[in-house]
């Protein structure tokens, strides 16, 4: 049986400033915690059904979590779960400080992202790069914090694949020197047309905003997905998925 004092715990991660005080954040569901525990997060504990525990005992076996692992019920599980439907398991994972690595830089395109708010957006947005193999995401301080549990859900699974770093932009683009920095404008050269090769940051705002004007100074080649119709902006996280594929078709 889970303790009153575990549930305010669990229940306090979904608030930022506590996932800073603890270090610690929530992931939940049976495709994204078995991710966890193959990726290099350590699990602090894991809380689920018997049912998965039985199917999963092998898994829990393989990377020693058993004695982390804590049977509930269905009531218990509804009272730490962030999701409207709670399914199954929750694990609470450690936020461990990492810094990147500028032999990856060096050799590849990485994502920097202004100012974006939307959970499911950044979440969409890590799991594109994940598919398009980019090891690296920057955020801007402003963004949504990358461990709020709607962005871990909609990621599903790719946060454990690709590192998110917050820092200021203008910092980050004014040392990077391995490459150019292509910036997503509504005015700028035709990205059909236009290389984007890496290494390479490439820049992509807020769907409502653009990239920020602090920001601006440091795009070296401003570049534009091509518009026919009517609408007035493309989603971020569309933009960016666009962006990546016509990046990295050579």
């Known amino acids: 049986m889970i303790s ?9 991660l979904k608030i930022k400033k506590y996932r800073q ?3 610690a954040f929530i992931a939940e569901g049976e495709k994204i915690v078995p991710e966890m525990l193959q990726s290099s997060v350590p699990v602090l504990g894991l809380y689920a059904l018997p049912d998965w525990i039985q199917q999963h005992t092998a898994l829990l ?3 020693n979590c058993l004695h982390i692992v804590q049977e509930i019920t269905d009531g218990e599980l509804n009272k730490i779960s962030s999701l409207e439907t709670p399914n199954c398991v929750l694990a609470i994972g450690s936020i461990a400080p990492q ?3 500028d032999t990856v830089l060096q050799q590849q395109l990485c994502l920097v992202l202004d100012d974006i708010k939307d959970p499911g957006n950044l979440g969409t947005i890590i799991r594109t790069a994940d598919w398009f193999g980019i090891p690296y995401v920057f955020c801007s301080p402003e963004c949504v914090d990358v461990f709020n549990p709607k962005v871990v859900q909609s990621a599903m699974g790719s946060l454990f694949r690709v590192k998110v770093f917050y820092q200021p932009l203008p910092s980050l683009l004014q040392n990077y020197r391995h490459g150019p920095v292509f910036g997503a404008l509504l005015n700028g050269l035709n990205a059909y047309t236009t290389p984007i090769q ?9 769907e409502s905003h653009g990239i920020s004007g602090e920001v601006l ?6 570049i534009t997905i091509p518009r026919r119709g009517g609408a007035e902006s493309l989603n971020a996280a569309v933009a960016t998925g666009i962006l990546c594929a016509l990046a990295l078709r050579r």
């Open 4 to 12: 009153k004092q575990q549930i305010k715990f669990i229940q306090s």
């Open 21 to 23: 005080q603890y270090r």
């Open 61 to 63: 076996k393989r990377h």
């Open 99 to 101: 810094l990147p690595d």
């Open 198 to 206: 890496a290494p390479a940051l490439l820049v992509v705002g807020s």
């Open 217 to 222: 100074p440091h795009i070296q080649q401003a």
